[in-house]
């Protein structure tokens, strides 16, 4: 091999070298590129979802059972609670929280940012609705109230026991169903009644609880005046100790209806001689069950009456009534509401 040939072989063996040196330094620069691109695709992310938000005023939303995060994410975009689905379901999946989102009936703020959004959903936020019992419902009228209720699931066919139903206003979530409201409502009765059991008074003339319930149905449809409960059990209070008959109208009409519908007229004077396990014009001492589902306070005023000598009362005409201790007094009391009643004819 000559002198000549020499240098030019060298040059051949350097251009491997040559050649590894310029792939390698075009990857680092594709390495270095995607990095930066990554960087800024990933901090768009971020800003997208922690600080961007569409909606302007507050708005509900219901999540159907069963729904994935695809579908969730394209029903916020098209009800315009967030801005870009496709970037609400890549930033879910990185952080594992797309089976974490929850069902239901959602009140989203104005202004809610994706990820207040996220944080609602995991944590099941739904709007709460209200049903409000009134005192004095027979527990057929409570029932159809309830089948009456919006956003629940389930009619109730079975009619609960009077009186096992506390009045009260009740928070529930859309597509609970009827069944475990009136569960709860059940619950609260029970749970109020031995409560206020074991703070009684001593010497009332019952014997249970289930006696202070009947009782306390009587003075609750007796009475629509908070002040006169108390003295209105006390007058029933004081004609039991007394074995005199209770003589109170709304024992009459339950014992007619039994709770199914309203009397829809006055009653006569038939209607009081008429015996009914009810009547307690014709039956000594308490009904045999309540004859509505009375509230707190009344079950109250029942356990701890207060103290008063009359044994009769009578409506006065300005919607409480008037007590009497003497039957004197009582006649007087009921001949002036008599007057009041022919007046309004």
């Given at each position: 091999?000559?002198?000549?040939?020499?240098?030019?072989?060298?040059?051949?063996?350097?251009?491997?070298?040559?050649?590894?040196?310029?792939?390698?330094?075009?990857?680092?620069?594709?390495?270095?590129?995607?990095?930066?691109a990554g960087s800024g695709f990933s901090y768009w992310l971020a800003k997208n979802f922690t600080r961007s938000w569409v909606l302007t005023q507050e708005k509900v939303v219901i999540i159907p059972q069963g729904s994935?995060?695809?579908?969730?994410?394209?029903?916020?975009?098209?009800?315009?609670?967030?801005?870009?689905?496709?970037?609400?379901?890549?930033?879910?999946?990185f952080n594992q929280l797309d089976k974490q989102l929850?069902?239901?009936?959602?009140?989203f703020p104005a202004r809610v940012t994706?990820?207040?959004?996220?944080?609602i959903l995991e944590e099941g936020k739904t709007v709460l609705h209200r049903l409000t019992v009134a005192e004095g419902l027979t527990s057929v009228e409570v029932v159809a109230q309830l089948n009456a209720q919006d956003g629940l699931n389930g009619q109730v066919s079975d009619i609960p026991a009077?009186?096992?139903?506390?009045?009260?206003?009740?928070?529930y979530h859309r597509g609970m169903a009827r069944a475990a409201v009136l569960s709860h409502m059940q619950e609260a009765m029970t749970e109020t009644l031995n409560e206020l059991w074991e703070n009684r008074q001593d010497g009332l003339p019952f014997k249970s609880k289930e006696e202070a319930l009947i009782l306390a149905s009587i003075v609750e449809k007796e009475t629509g005046v908070r002040a006169e409960r108390g003295l209105v059990a006390g007058v029933f209070i004081n004609r039991l100790k007394k074995r005199m008959r209770l003589q109170t109208d709304p024992t009459v009409v339950y014992g007619i209806t039994m709770g199914q519908e309203p009397l829809g007229r006055p009653l006569s004077r038939k209607d009081l001689k008429t015996p009914t396990p009810y009547n307690t014009y014709t039956h000594y001492g308490l009904p045999p069950g309540p004859i509505c589902n009375p509230g707190r306070a009344s079950i109250e005023a029942v356990l701890n009456p207060r103290t008063t000598d009359a044994l009769y009362f009578v409506a006065d005409g300005t919607g409480g009534h008037a007590f009497a201790k003497t039957l004197v007094e009582h006649n007087r009391n009921v001949a002036h509401w008599r007057k009041i009643e022919r007046s309004r004819d």
């Open positions: 091999m000559s002198d000549a040939e020499k240098p030019q072989s060298k040059s051949k063996k350097n251009e491997p070298k040559s050649s590894f040196k310029k792939v390698s330094a075009f990857l680092v620069g594709l390495i270095v590129v995607v990095v930066f994935g995060v695809a579908s969730i994410a394209q029903l916020l975009e098209k009800e315009g609670v967030i801005n870009n689905a496709l970037v609400f379901r890549i930033v879910l999946r929850k069902a239901g009936e959602y009140l994706p990820k207040q959004v996220t944080r009077e009186g096992s139903l506390l009045p009260e206003t009740y928070s």
